[in-house]
């Protein structure tokens, strides 16, 4: 079993900056994000290959948010840049193997209990 520990939410105003952070127990092959606002379905939102340092990003972050890690301390991070309200929501950190496409919340065993993210206008 994997435990997921994410911190680094918070409250900003739009166009502002966050980085979120996910400490797993253990290294796993693909740690990813998802979102889920109120009302809404969970949401992909990256994901990064541990060993090959490859990653994904959803078109509705791509070129604001950056997924990394650093796998010394077995932590994944966001860099959320150019905030915008519509990206408020609860941040899950997910791991697991290379099962599926990655993009899918079943392609991922293991789960944090999220970060809140709250972008104003």
């Known amino acids: 079993q994997v435990q997921l520990v994410e911190s680094g939410g918070g409250s900003v105003q739009a166009g502002g900056s966050l980085r979120l952070s996910c400490v797993a127990s253990?290294?796993?092959?693909?740690m990813a994000w998802f979102r889920q606002a109120p009302g809404k379905e969970r949401e992909w939102v990256a994901f990064?290959?541990?060993?090959?340092?490859?990653?994904f990003a959803a078109n509705s972050v791509m070129g604001r948010f950056t997924i990394s890690r650093d796998n010394a301390k077995n932590t994944a991070y966001l860099h959320m840049n150019s905030l915008k309200p519509e990206d408020t929501g609860m941040y899950y950190c997910?791991?697991?193997?290379?099962?599926?496409?990655?993009?899918?919340?079943?392609?991922?065993?293991?789960w944090g209990q999220g970060t809140q993210v709250t972008v104003s206008s």
């Open positions: 997910a791991a697991g193997l290379r099962v599926g496409n990655g993009f899918l919340a079943q392609d991922y065993k293991y």
């Open positions: 253990a290294l796993t092959l693909r």
């Open positions: 990064i290959d541990t060993s090959t340092g490859g990653t």
